[in-house]
């Protein structure tokens, strides 16, 4: 690991794959600078960890003097990108994909620099809305349809008869013209965009006669140990409170401590070595590992000072028993459906989160147990809703 | 049969199928004027009598008063067709669509009438060259990559591991999206459209709330009895010269005779019904039959007194022994390739076609069978060069 340079170590750590080879584009970095781009498709108003990977990538080059640039998919988001999913995606209006991607732009602002060597920021609509379906066509007959229908997840889709909508099915063509609109050299994505971003590299040879790099991300864990993912709830967001997200981090299995410390803090490599071998040995306490990671993590989007806090209040509540802190928060009084109280109180950011955590067990009213999210729970003045050790609130009159 | 009326007629004579129902279908048009539409990709500058099926039922309907719409697929041109194609079509230049089309429009004459209640005609790239990305996308959206593969001959295709382009993919809803830009009531196509029409019919219901009718028209056989296509070479087509379309009716399998006569001719279903019986019993030569089925095409195309001139040339020929007329046509002399001299001499309109006549041993030279279509010529001036017995040319210098 000592051998290697700043530029190695950038195209090793936290990278699964680059197409077509590690020492190409490790030969072209040094040459020159280049234009290196990441396409997101703004499906929500959060960005979490796992998004954060990419970003951080994106920041190292970013500093060693390439050309970041970050396309919103305000087009594509309207037709829904179909990667890992097992079930056709809602798409999205374009209003949303607009609010969404406002939120996401200052969330970026916190991993990559604005003002020195700034990002280049596009959206895609800006050349989708003008293509038309002459030259739709065109781009669509350089594929075929054996070559889309490859894909796993199109495969599992046909097994399990669920539909593929057309608009879907071309997804990673409508993706792969990004690349040409922008004129890229590299692209960064996830491994589960893997197939969209090679159909980017076909485009660009083809259209271009340009060699695009490819680097795949791997995919990160959530808290409950699958794939992080708005849809199964189990994400720690950017933009969380300092106690949140500490605690979300303190409640990873065991075995993702050393992946989220390589991933997404700035440890050295050396030194996230000699931990997982304390892990091994059982010569550190994996919570200890894991406070240490929360406040690496913490101090990137808090500062040292919250995270120190965070901390201490984490300490507090498991260590002495203690209970969160209360916060009062108005509400409707009566007979109210677990669920959406868990809503109305703000307490869990999608319903799919708030019916996890209720019957994963984490939820009391008044110290009693929620164990169905549609029970009806008597909600009075007064009335104390915790969630976890970490979330608890007061009712008081809305 | 007696007790059909005009227009049941037109419903059950030459039809496959009508969906959803021929009564419904009945019902509809007798309490109104329909639009009823067929849609052209000119892929050549010829039409062939499978071609004047659908036109001849268009003009029944234009003789009882309904909008005839003819759409001329100068942009469904460019993407190409995959119907009843077991390979990937080439597709068209704009440019070659537009001459043909042109081409297309005089030969309809023929058959419409465009004096009286005259069709309306559109070229599609009318509003397929308006049409952006967004809204193709949203077109896709509400069709699966399921349905679309359903289609027998994509399934043949992936089997046979030949390619099918995403674009041709997607034609079926390019062509159904034609329905709606021109509001018809009613889409005429060959049986092997009906997948690309009751897409169509789906794609109505979808934007409009509106039940599109569906008419299929069966597909007729060639002069070799495969399905009569350009690409086999096998066509007897509209703009053919009266000998020329005469002697190749004169060729067609005794068995084609009676479907020649129900859906190219205007004889009456009785006198079909006769000629059909006489056939069976042996009463009638086949080769009487054909004649008089070949005076009643060529008659429509050129007139009465044409046909007369064309039957008394093939009867010259055939019963008298005698040879066809020779015309003298300049050509180069030496050794030339017999298919390119068959080209050169314009006695085949394509390759294929000309490649089939001389291994179907119908070509001689100077009264020598000529077997294989690469066999050097000996062309001098004064050589004749003769197709079966209806063309013969005489060399003279060019």
């Known amino acids: 690991m000592?051998?290697?340079d700043g530029l190695e170590s950038v195209l090793s750590?936290?990278?699964d794959s680059i197409y077509p080879s590690r020492n190409l584009l490790l030969e072209k970095l040094r040459r020159q600078k280049l234009r290196i781009y990441n396409g997101i498709d703004p499906t929500s108003t959060s960005i979490h960890l796992g998004h954060s990977i990419i970003l951080r990538k994106l920041a190292q080059f970013q500093k060693l003097g390439h050309k970041i640039i970050l396309v919103f998919g305000d087009f594509t988001g309207m037709v829904g990108d179909p990667s890992g999913k097992d079930t056709q995606r809602k798409p999205l209006t374009r209003r949303q994909v607009l609010e969404n991607s406002s939120s996401y732009k200052s969330l970026v602002g916190k991993i990559l620099d604005f003002k020195k060597n700034p990002p280049e920021i596009f959206f895609n609509s800006n050349w989708w809305d003008k293509v038309k379906a002459p030259e739709i066509l065109e781009m669509l007959s350089h594929f075929t349809v054996q070559q889309l229908l490859e894909r796993d997840m199109f495969q599992e889709r046909i097994e399990k008869r669920r539909p593929i909508a057309a608009s879907e099915f071309l997804y990673p063509i409508l993706?792969?013209?990004?690349?040409?609109?922008i004129d890229t050299d590299v692209e960064i994505g996830g491994t589960d965009q893997t197939f969209n971003m090679l159909v980017g590299r076909e485009?660009?040879?083809i259209k271009e006669k340009k060699e695009k790099f490819v680097i795949t991300i791997p995919l990160l864990e959530g808290t409950d140990g699958r794939k992080m993912s708005k849809s199964f709830g189990n994400?720690?967001?950017?933009?969380?409170?300092?106690?949140?997200?500490f605690g979300k981090i303190m409640s990873i299995k065991d075995d993702l401590i050393v992946k989220y410390f390589t991933l997404l803090t700035d440890v050295g490599l050396d030194e996230i070595s000699k931990i997982e071998e304390s892990l091994k040995n059982s010569t550190i306490n994996p919570r200890d590992a894991k406070i240490n990671l929360a406040l690496e993590i913490v101090k990137i989007y808090h500062g040292e000072s919250e995270a120190k806090n965070a901390q201490n209040e984490f300490e507090r509540v498991f260590q002495e028993g203690g209970v969160p802190e209360t916060k009062k928060v108005g509400s409707k009084t009566g007979k109210i459906k677990a669920l959406d109280l868990i809503m109305n109180l703000e307490m869990a950011s999608s319903r799919s989160e708030a019916k996890r955590l209720i019957e994963q067990g984490g939820v009391k009213s008044n110290g009693e147990k929620i164990v169905n999210p549609n029970q009806l729970i008597d909600v009075e003045i007064g009335t104390i809703v915790q969630i976890g050790k970490l979330k608890a609130v007061e009712i008081m009159r809305s």
Chains 1, 2 share one sequence.
Request: hydrophobic share 35%; aromatic share 8%.
């Open 203 to 205: 485009f660009m040879k």
């Open 235 to 245: 994400t720690i967001d950017l933009n969380e409170e300092p106690n949140q997200m």
């Open 2 to 4: 000592k051998s290697m």
């Open 13 to 15: 750590r936290g990278v």
């Open 175 to 181: 993706q792969g013209y990004d690349s040409v609109a």
